[in-house]
């Protein structure tokens, strides 16, 4: 079956760096994306692996290791409008069928 | 802004009546998707359109109805739906279906 495992929720200090844990077991893999999604918004795409090792861009980065099923998104410098939830999403190998996980709400604290 | 426009916004229906939603993108993507996100359930796909031929439909019931005109344009028609139907639907393109999505701001429906 298809599976994807994020933490639920996440509370982090305004300036502080978080990471986001994502844990996948698919039937097969050709991607996996990071999207953002503000409450009552469409969810905005923030980055996206295929090879293992770490994307960076600006303040948020993406790392991916296929052999483990396991990525995570980092954020650096977080800001209050970060509070947002976070969803982990696989496509699979016949590159039609996304699976997103349940998502990570964050909290930004002053 | 995306350059995904969904209409309407926000639908109130009963059980009864036939709806439909519309998706309009005019990025040159060849790929388009419907979504489906209820309250505290992951994001579902629907139905996947590449190049206006549906590729996917993921055990969605027939009173959900897809339609892709054109490359520009997917519908989702609604007839008969249930309370348990009421959700944010999302709409997404990409310009192939193994890259970066982009979503419509959604039509959240509203079952009575």
């Known amino acids: 079956g298809q599976n994807i495992d994020q933490p639920t929720e996440m509370t982090a200090t305004e300036g502080a760096i978080v990471q986001i844990n994502c844990t996948y077991q698919t039937s097969g893999f050709n991607g996996l994306f990071w999207y953002q999604q503000h409450a009552g918004e469409a969810p905005t795409f923030l980055s996206y692996n295929v090879l293992d090792g770490l994307e960076e861009k600006g303040r948020f980065s993406s790392f991916l290791s296929r052999s483990k099923g396991y990525s995570y998104l980092l954020l650096k410098e977080l800001q209050m409008k970060d509070s947002a939830s976070y969803l982990c999403a696989v496509e699979d190998n016949y590159g039609q069928n996304f699976v997103f996980g349940p998502g990570t709400r964050l909290s930004v604290l002053p | 802004e995306t350059g995904v426009t969904q209409t309407p916004r926000h639908l109130v229906m009963g059980m009864t009546n036939k709806k439909s939603l519309k998706c309009e993108q005019h990025l040159g993507h060849n790929a388009m998707y419907w979504y489906k996100q209820s309250a505290k359930k992951p994001l579902e796909l629907m139905f996947v359109?590449?190049?206006?031929?549906?590729?996917e439909n993921n055990s969605v019931p027939s009173r959900f109805s897809p339609e892709c005109p054109n490359s520009s344009h997917l519908f989702l028609h609604l007839h008969t739906l249930q309370p348990e139907d009421s959700a944010l639907y999302l709409c997404a393109s990409s310009l192939t279906v193994n890259t970066e999505a982009f979503f419509g701001q959604g039509t959240r429906l509203t079952v009575v």
């Open positions: 359109y590449n190049f206006k031929e549906q590729t």
